[in-house]
């Protein structure tokens, strides 16, 4: 977990709210993702920036937007469109968004409705 | 279209007892391949990784991976399992070609690793 943070542990959404949750990065590195996790299912792809300024769609983005105006910093905000947001929410970076470069997680937030 | 399966849901084994958590992939050309492991409410951890060469890698935490392309095939292994190996271990692929540039991962459902003492 080394080297990326995400805040906070623990949030909680009520229906109609928008939330956001923080992920930073130490590493320098140039590539960030936003994975949700559900169980037995694995992780599946939000959304992903390769560069600053620059990002693309996963393959489960609706509901979803993202921002990467600094280097570190690649906030996910889970909007009320998102009607099934309970999950655990992971980022990851890696130096490059090339194929061999491993992608290192944070912590992860988990979302919950109340 | 990419994929990963993992097989079994959980595996369970003695400690002390080698383990094996089995993985298969399919991409249509050459992968890239990665295992990593998760403790209860935290970030995944990465394990190792295949990207060339050698078909046995050797990874963290006396881990290693034997890369079978026959088979399409990348089993993690370990010789000797210790309680605190329990957790959820996470194959994932890449493909070499097309979204390989993207640096998007698909990861197979995930095993749980239960270590009985």
């Known amino acids: 977990d080394g080297g990326i943070t995400q805040s906070p542990k623990y949030l909680f959404r009520k229906e109609g709210q928008n939330v956001t949750l923080s992920c930073e990065q130490n590493l320098n590195h140039d590539a960030m993702y936003w994975y949700r996790q559900d169980p037995g299912q694995g992780l599946r792809l939000i959304y992903y920036s390769q560069i600053v300024n620059d990002f693309q769609k996963g393959d489960i983005a609706e509901g979803y937007s993202v921002s990467r105006e600094k280097k570190e910093s690649f906030p996910l905000t889970v909007t009320s469109a998102q009607k099934n947001p309970t999950a655990f929410y992971l980022c990851?970076?890696?130096?490059?968004?090339?194929?061999?470069?491993?992608?290192?997680f944070g912590p992860g937030t988990r979302l919950l409705v109340l | 279209a990419q994929s990963v399966a993992q097989p079994e849901d959980q595996v369970n084994v003695a400690e002390g007892n080698p383990l094996t958590v089995k993985c298969t992939y399919s991409v249509s050309g050459n992968p890239y391949l990665f295992w990593y492991v998760q403790y209860p409410n935290r970030g995944l951890q990465f394990l190792l990784k295949y990207i060339t060469g050698d078909n046995l890698v050797k990874g963290s935490y006396g881990f290693e991976a034997e890369f079978n392309k026959s088979q399409t095939s990348f089993h993690l292994k370990k010789p000797s399992a210790l309680v605190s190996d329990s957790a959820l271990y996470f194959c994932a692929v890449r493909d070499r070609r097309g979204s390989s540039n993207t640096g998007k991962l698909i990861f197979g459902q995930g095993t749980t690793l239960q270590v009985k003492p």
């Open positions: 990851a970076s890696s130096i490059v968004p090339s194929g061999q470069e491993t992608q290192y």
